[in-house]
């Protein structure tokens, strides 16, 4: 097998939680913590990354989601981007098509090249979001309804060219707390009626708006640390987690979900959990009831 594995049909997704066929991931083969970005990797600066405890980690999450029927696309790794691990942010996947970001730090851009190689291989088509900084661990998406995290990688006008786009969307922008990075790291969709969120990323405004929309899983500050909310759901009310997030998983079991558990508290170390290190290209579409 090369680089590249491929694709059976066209991108499309419409939320975060329907049944994962595709996804693009990037193994953490030159991964360091090189400038300090966000408050994990803070505290993991002196410690650093183990790459060979990294790369078994990532090799099992790899292994897990190709258990679970899901074709997994391998981007070629570069040791010019020690993030590039974390493909959520270099594009994301909306309808049928595929929007490459525009990374906001230094460090990350030229990671996107990668992405746009393997869709221009694919024959894909893609929207190229040149001059406006945005980044997909700020989307989240759920049906007719796009979340968008206004943070330090991702501003208004961005979100407001978004919106000129997807006019068909409502699309919601989401502030929190710049020291959480991306959106994702501190709220995730589950289903149409239930999200994960850490509420201290909030003002008491974007809280209560959050409530009206979902039922909401609260993680502890311990839990937002490793990253609780920052799970991958493949589908099938089936949700990938850490081992260490221990009230996460309870809360999502006593609600039905299947939690498999997987340990990559190597890679965490830099910031990103499943959902970060995850670009889904198909999501499967739902049927009609």
């Given at each position: 097998m090369g680089l590249f594995?491929?694709?059976?049909?066209?991108?499309?997704?419409?939320?975060?939680?329907?049944?994962?066929?595709?996804v693009i991931m990037c193994q953490p083969q030159y991964m360091t913590i090189r400038d300090i970005i966000n408050e994990t990797q803070k505290k993991f600066k002196n410690e650093g990354i183990h790459i060979l405890k990294a790369m078994e980690q990532h090799e099992q999450f790899v292994n897990t989601l190709r258990?679970?029927?899901?074709?997994?696309?391998?981007?070629?790794?570069?040791?010019?981007?020690?993030?590039?691990?974390?493909?959520?942010?270099?594009?994301?996947t909306l309808?049928?098509?595929?929007?490459v970001a525009e990374m906001a730090h230094d460090i990350r851009q030229g990671e996107e090249n990668y992405l746009k190689e393997w869709l221009k291989q694919e024959k894909i088509s893609y929207y190229n979001l040149i001059g406006d900084k945005?980044?997909?661990?700020?989307i989240?998406?759920?049906?007719?309804?796009?979340?968008?995290?206004?943070?330090?990688?991702?501003?208004?006008?961005?979100?407001?060219?978004?919106?000129?786009?997807?006019?068909?969307?409502?699309?919601i922008t989401v502030p929190f707390h710049e020291k959480f990075l991306h959106l994702d790291c501190v709220f995730n969709v589950l289903s149409p009626k239930e999200a994960l969120f850490y509420p201290d990323a909030f003002n008491k405004k974007e809280r209560d708006y959050l409530e009206t929309r979902y039922e909401l899983i609260e993680v502890t500050k311990d839990e937002q640390f490793t990253?609780?909310?920052?799970?991958?759901?493949?589908?099938?009310?089936?949700?990938?987690?850490?081992?260490?997030?221990?009230q996460v998983n309870k809360q999502l079991q006593q609600r039905g979900y299947e939690v498999i558990e997987v340990d990559i508290t190597e890679i965490i170390k830099s910031g990103g959990s499943f959902?970060?290190?995850?670009?889904?290209?198909?999501?499967e579409e739902p049927k009609e009831l």
């Open positions: 594995t491929r694709s059976k049909k066209t991108a499309f997704a419409t939320s975060e939680y329907d049944r994962l066929e595709l258990a679970h029927h899901i074709d997994v696309v391998l981007l070629p790794a570069n040791e010019q981007f020690p993030e590039q691990v974390f493909t959520r942010d270099i594009g994301f309808g049928q098509t595929i929007f945005i980044e997909g661990g700020d989240i998406i759920d049906r007719d309804t796009i979340y968008i995290g206004l943070s330090n990688r991702t501003n208004q006008k961005a979100i407001d060219h978004l919106q000129q786009l997807l006019s068909q969307f409502e699309v990253l609780g909310t920052n799970v991958l759901s493949i589908g099938d009310k089936k949700v990938l987690s850490l081992p260490v997030n221990q959902r970060c290190c995850t670009l889904p290209v198909i999501r």
